[in-house]
Structure formats: C-alpha cells, structure tokens
C-alpha cells in the first residue's frame, strides 16, 4: 500500500512558468512533509520542508502549500528555470522517528523548456 | 558534493557474481543508510546504521549484506542478484537518526 501518492509522473514547464506537483498522503499521523529535488547522476537532496502547523512555507522560488483536511501537499515552482530541471520526490513521517520512517513518492521528473 | 562517496558509480554483474559497493562519508555523522531507487517506485529504505550498530533492515533478501565497519565506512555485499535487482542504490549519512540526511551519488547497477 503506497501511502504516499505523487503526481504528475513527469512534468514539462515553459520558462517562467509556474510548475505545480501534487502529493497526498493516507496516514494522518505524518506531521513532516520534505520535499527532495534529485539531478541527473546525482543523489536526493532535501530542498524544503513543512509541518502541518503552517499552511505554506516559501524559500525563494519555491513553496509548499499544506492542505490538512484533504491530507495534500503540493510544490510550485514560481519562475521556473532549466536548472530546475530534476526529478522532485515528496515524502512523509511522524515526527521525530527518524530518517527510517520517511515515506516516499513515486518522484516527478521535471523538464524546463525555453 | 554532499560529501558521501560512493564507488563505484556504475556495476555490471552477472547473477553468479559477488560484488561490493563502498559508501564513505568524512563529516563525523552517526547514521548511515542504503537506499534502494528503481524507475518508477518510491525510494527504498534497506538498512539503517547508527553509531556503527544495525538499527533496521526493512526485510531485504539476504542476498544483499551489509556491512560497517566504523563510522565513516559503509559497504554493501552482493552475491547471486536477480536482474529485478538493477538499480541506483543510494548511500546517506546524517548526524543522527532525526536529522537531514545527506546523499551520495549513487552506484548504478545492472544484474545481467
């Protein structure tokens, strides 16, 4: 059972462009909510995250957007560039259990075009 | 670079092989961790070192073995994979088990 669903699986976004990824999870009890951004031959890295307290958090270009009743999170990439282009993973777990509870998405890869 | 090294970053290996992927990490963390990433499927956590100890092993086929022989040395032992077994296996480490965890580049390996 995937407890955390993603989507799009893949996304192409016009330069400039806004560049949205969905995700929604099942477990009520996750109450951290990190987003991973991953290049080409590169591992994950985390690149923001959210707790349920707050219904938005932007850095920079980037922000998540927190939906606790519909238990969904989304990413939007305002002013998207080509070096955005990477694959976007979002991920839950409760709290502080460690590294080991994280559940993952499927990963969306996003291409930016000029 | 995140500072976690994995070698090396691409394997062939036939199904009656034995190989090892090596992680290295120089920043003093505690934890460390296998991940296994396929096309198309979440991240896959396998095993979780802390301080050295294994603290969780998320059912993986014993035809994959881990090993850590000190702090900053991972290793993963493979012998007699399947070809579903191609993958980017991914090395992490973190300061301690509640904290961001950095990534390595991984290894690519194929089972043929």
């Known amino acids: 059972q995937q407890q955390v669903k993603q989507s799009p699986q893949s996304l192409i976004v016009q330069k400039g462009g806004i560049s949205i990824i969905n995700c929604a999870y099942e477990?009520?009890?996750?109450?951290?909510f990190p987003w991973y951004q991953q290049f080409p031959g590169k591992g994950p890295a985390l690149l923001i995250a959210?707790?349920?307290?707050?219904s938005e958090k932007k850095e920079g270009r980037f922000t998540i957007s927190f939906n606790k009743s519909a238990k969904q999170f989304s990413l939007h990439i305002m002013d998207s560039q080509p070096g955005d282009s990477a694959t976007y993973s979002c991920?839950?777990?409760?709290?502080?259990?460690?590294?080991?509870?994280?559940?993952f998405g499927t990963g969306t890869r996003l291409t930016i075009i000029p | 670079e995140t500072g976690v090294t994995q070698t090396p970053r691409h394997l062939v290996m036939g199904m009656t092989n034995k190989k090892s992927l090596k992680c290295e990490q120089h920043l003093g963390h505690n934890a460390m961790y296998w991940y296994k990433q396929s096309a198309k499927k979440p991240l896959e956590l396998m095993f979780v070192?802390?301080?050295?100890?294994?603290?969780e092993n998320n059912s993986v086929p014993s035809r994959f073995s881990p090993e850590c022989p000190n702090s900053s040395h991972l290793f993963l032992h493979l012998h007699t994979l399947q070809p579903e077994d191609s993958a980017l296996y991914l090395c992490a480490s973190s300061p301690t088990r509640n904290t961001e965890a950095f990534f390595g580049q991984g290894t690519r390996l194929t089972v043929v």
């Open positions: 477990n009520t009890a996750f109450d951290y």
């Open positions: 991920a839950a777990s409760i709290g502080n259990f460690g590294n080991e509870k994280l559940t």
């Open positions: 959210i707790r349920p307290d707050v």
């Open positions: 070192y802390s301080l050295e100890e294994r603290v």
